[in-house]
């Protein structure tokens, strides 16, 4: 069966966790038919997808901050629900605001608009925010940043 012009498609990232641990990527939501599905919340094990563009994004120290906090401190179970003391936004913040995003529109000059550009968290989304699956500001937009789920 053929699927008509303009059906979405669906891409689960890392479907049997063989990629390793020390992946992170940014899905810049966009109108692009391609749907990025990720596991995320910890042993809650939760799913999400957002239609969009895939960025591979970097920060060991990030990253590993990310996980010390969802996965030491909040103890693998996820955050759905969960309210956010301004302490737990605060280290939210410092750990997303140390991963760059390269700004994907060109510059006037050509080449790759601004440069290197700090995430942000979007804090107008945090009822959505999780384990492997924080709402962000990037250069492009609105986005998500998600990473290997600890379940």
């Known amino acids: 069966m053929t699927e008509p012009v303009g059906a979405r498609r669906y891409v689960f990232l890392d479907p049997n966790g063989t990629q390793g641990r020390d992946w992170s990527y940014v899905i810049v939501r966009a109108p692009t038919g391609i749907c990025y599905e990720q596991q995320y919340g910890g042993t809650v094990t939760r799913s999400g997808h957002v239609e969009g563009y895939l960025v591979p994004v ?44 390269w700004e994907s529109s060109p510059g006037p000059e050509g080449g790759n608009g601004r440069g290197p550009q700090a995430l942000v968290l979007d804090e107008s989304r945090l009822a959505d925010l999780d384990e492997a699956w924080i709402p962000v500001l990037t250069a492009d937009g609105p986005g998500i940043l998600i990473w290997q789920n600890s379940d």
Do not use: K, M, N, Q
Request: no cysteine; glycine share 6%; charged share 40%.
């Open 58 to 101: 970097r920060s060991a120290p990030a990253l590993a901050d990310l996980r010390t906090f969802f996965e030491r401190d909040l103890r693998g179970s996820g955050a759905e629900g969960r309210s956010w003391p301004e302490d737990d936004l605060r280290r939210l913040r410092r750990a997303v605001e140390r991963i760059l995003f």
